[in-house]
């Protein structure tokens, strides 16, 4: 037998081909059985003596117990905050800059531990914490390191000045990351930070609190409290802040707004979205294939400007479907630990519950679901990636923020219509605009109601650019120098 038909033989059967498991290790980890809130440049035990139990959502196991903050724990840490504040705020910016920098190459050297401990306890697939998260968490803290000697330059003519206290509250999509986004321009300008993580996603803000430790961040300066949302509730009310800036749900940023109704305290909000992806016919198909799963299927769809809304010229349609299933079928859900994985698993039971109502919606409203076949993991929250077609403007799936890993198609003629169909909803974060002509882009770009849009490409992030939102996706920006301005007072 010849070399070639040797080979051959050993070939195994057409479609069989399967990835070899890849898991990274959980040993780089190392987490503690209980945590403590992070005040004053020390872990200290809750004064509402309650804590609760983080869960990774691919096993359902529990990774640790976390304190609950009470009322008194967060004047505790709005009070460090403040002590911390006078000294901060007058050292040298040249010197709050080597405090950031140290930040990001702590974060640069403690990136796989990091990456390792955002899938545990986040569910998102190692290869996003990895490539995405950590080096984008890293990139903030170098930027904002550069811009904090520099203030006077970023808003000549004017004195910018830090407000003082920032109480900062994150979601669970991506912890880590929005902490970077909040933290550095916060410290850059000389205020103090009393940050809130999501509830069910603590731990890498309990690790960035060693890294702050290691960087030597003064002690106060920034203050870490984790618990459910009455402590951000706490927090919010809390007489010594002078700024909030706050990332999560629309109904959660009316209730901060409403709050904070005449007590002067400037006020960042990034909010919900349902974002538009519009594909010409005159578009690389292929290339916006990979867009669209990007786009919608990239942190299993928990993204607030997740391209959720496929709008197709109506010509290419039935193409452009057929190669977006065909691409769904090879996308691989199951452990976040596993580097071959695409799809991890959803946040919570929680999450997975309204996700699977909106589709069971969807269904009875006449639109037409198509799931590739895929094993589900039988521990765990999970949802198989999903595609809706023949999907009507009104139905609640294609007006409602899902979440998740949730994608509905419709059709447009003119770029009129796909304007006005884009704008069609109460949301105004992010759109995708997919064509081979420059002048269609700008032209579209021009009339979006969006604060991001993006020319054939989506969900691409830099710290030098700013991010945020229209309508009921909220209000001022995050990144570049536009971040600053949230975190000054101008004499």
Same mark, same amino acid.
């Given at each position: 037998?010849? @070399? $070639?038909?040797?080979? &051959? !033989? %050993?070939?195994?059967?057409?479609? /069989? +081909?399967?990835? =070899?498991?890849?898991?990274?290790?959980?040993?780089?980890?190392?987490?503690?059985?209980?945590?403590?809130?992070?005040?004053?440049?020390?872990?200290?035990?809750?004064?509402?003596?309650?804590?609760?139990?983080?869960?990774?959502?691919?096993?359902?196991?529990?990774?640790?117990?976390?304190?609950?903050?009470?009322?008194?724990?967060?004047?505790? @840490? $709005?009070?460090?905050? &403040? !002590? %911390?504040?006078?000294?901060?705020? /007058? +050292?040298?910016? =040249?010197?709050?800059?080597?405090?950031?920098?140290?930040?990001?190459?702590?974060?640069?050297?403690?990136?796989?531990?990091?990456?390792?401990?955002?899938?545990?306890?986040?569910?998102?697939?190692?290869?996003?914490?990895?490539?995405?998260?950590?080096?984008?968490?890293?990139?903030?803290?170098?930027?904002?390191?550069?811009?904090?000697?520099?203030?006077?330059?970023?808003?000549?003519?004017?004195?910018?000045?830090?407000?003082?206290?920032?109480?900062?509250?994150?979601?669970?999509?991506?912890?880590?990351?929005?902490?970077?986004?909040?933290?550095?321009?916060?410290?850059?300008?000389?205020?103090?930070?009393?940050?809130?993580?999501?509830?069910?996603?603590?731990?890498?803000?309990?690790?960035?609190?060693?890294?702050?430790?290691?960087?030597?961040?003064?002690?106060?300066?920034?203050?870490?409290?984790?618990?459910?949302?009455?402590?951000?509730?706490?927090?919010?009310?809390?007489?010594?802040?002078?700024?909030?800036?706050?990332?999560?749900?629309?109904?959660?940023?009316?209730?901060?707004?409403?709050?904070?109704?005449?007590?002067?305290?400037?006020?960042?909000?990034?909010?919900?979205?349902?974002?538009?992806?519009?594909?010409?016919?005159?578009?690389?198909?292929?290339?916006?294939?990979?867009?669209?799963?990007?786009?919608?299927?990239?942190?299993?769809?928990?993204?607030?400007?997740?391209?959720?809304?496929?709008?197709?010229?109506?010509?290419?349609?039935?193409?452009?479907?057929?190669?977006?299933?065909?691409?769904?079928?090879?996308?691989?859900?199951?452990?976040?630990?596993?580097?071959?994985?695409?799809?991890?698993?959803?946040?919570?039971?929680?999450?997975?519950?309204?996700?699977?109502?909106?589709?069971?919606?969807?269904?009875?409203?006449?639109?037409?679901?198509?799931?590739?076949?895929?094993?589900?993991?039988?521990?765990?929250?999970?949802?198989?990636?999903?595609?809706?077609?023949?999907?009507?403007?009104?139905?609640?799936?294609?007006?409602?923020?899902?979440?998740?890993?949730?994608?509905?198609?419709?059709?447009?003629?003119?770029?009129?219509?796909?304007?006005?169909?884009?704008?069609?909803?109460?949301?105004?974060?992010?759109?995708?605009?997919?064509?081979?002509?420059?002048?269609?882009?700008?032209?579209?770009?021009?009339?979006?109601?969006?604060?991001?849009?993006?020319?054939?490409?989506?969900?691409?992030?830099?710290?030098?650019?700013?991010?945020?939102?229209?309508?009921?996706?909220?209000?001022?920006?995050?990144?570049?120098?536009?971040?600053?301005?949230?975190?000054?007072?101008?004499?």
């Amino acid at each position: 037998m010849g @070399a $070639v038909e040797r080979s &051959r !033989e %050993a070939l195994p059967a057409r479609g /069989a +081909w399967e990835y =070899a498991s890849s898991i990274e290790g959980r040993d780089i980890v190392s987490l503690e059985e209980r945590y403590g809130l992070f005040i004053g440049g020390r872990q200290v035990t809750p004064r509402s003596r309650s804590w609760f139990t983080t869960f990774s959502p691919s096993t359902e196991e529990p990774l640790a117990e976390v304190a609950q903050a009470g009322a008194k724990d967060v004047a505790l @840490a $709005v009070d460090a905050a &403040r !002590e %911390a504040f006078v000294p901060w705020s /007058a +050292w040298r910016p =040249a010197e709050r800059a080597k405090v950031l920098f140290r930040i990001a190459r702590i974060l640069q050297e403690r990136a796989r531990e990091l990456a390792v401990a955002e899938s545990l306890d986040g569910g998102k697939p190692i290869k996003e914490s990895r490539d995405v998260d950590l080096p984008l968490a890293a990139a903030h803290f170098f930027y904002y390191a550069g811009w904090a000697d520099k203030l006077e330059y970023a808003f000549p003519g004017r004195r910018p000045r830090p407000l003082g206290v920032a109480a900062q509250i994150v979601p669970w999509n991506f912890p880590l990351l929005m902490l970077a986004w909040k933290i550095a321009p916060a410290l850059a300008c000389g205020n103090t930070v009393v940050l809130k993580p999501a509830e069910t996603t603590p731990l890498t803000a309990l690790l960035f609190a060693d890294v702050c430790r290691q960087a030597e961040v003064p002690p106060g300066v920034v203050n870490i409290l984790t618990g459910d949302g009455s402590t951000g509730a706490h927090l919010v009310r809390n007489e010594g802040i002078a700024k909030v800036a706050f990332t999560g749900s629309t109904e959660v940023g009316k209730a901060i707004q409403r709050e904070l109704a005449g007590r002067d305290i400037p006020l960042t909000l990034e909010l919900g979205g349902k974002a538009a992806n519009i594909v010409f016919d005159d578009s690389a198909l292929d290339q916006a294939v990979e867009g669209i799963v990007n786009g919608i299927y990239f942190n299993q769809g928990h993204v607030c400007c997740a391209g959720s809304r496929l709008l197709v010229q109506e010509s290419i349609h039935d193409q452009l479907v057929r190669k977006l299933k065909r691409r769904m079928a090879t996308l691989r859900v199951g452990d976040p630990l596993d580097k071959n994985t695409d799809v991890g698993a959803i946040n919570s039971k929680a999450q997975l519950d309204r996700i699977t109502e909106l589709v069971q919606s969807g269904t009875e409203e006449g639109a037409e679901i198509y799931q590739p076949p895929c094993r589900l993991p039988e521990k765990g929250w999970w949802f198989a990636p999903t595609v809706f077609t023949n999907v009507a403007q009104s139905h609640r799936i294609a007006q409602e923020e899902i979440f998740g890993p949730v994608l509905s198609v419709l059709t447009f003629r003119t770029p009129d219509e796909a304007v006005e169909k884009a704008n069609n909803t109460m949301y105004g974060l992010s759109a995708g605009v997919w064509t081979e002509k420059g002048s269609r882009i700008l032209w579209m770009a021009d009339r979006l109601r969006a604060g991001v849009v993006w020319g054939n490409t989506f969900n691409r992030f830099d710290p030098a650019s700013p991010f945020g939102g229209y309508k009921e996706s909220g209000f001022g920006r995050e990144g570049g120098r536009h971040g600053l301005e949230a975190y000054l007072r101008f004499e």
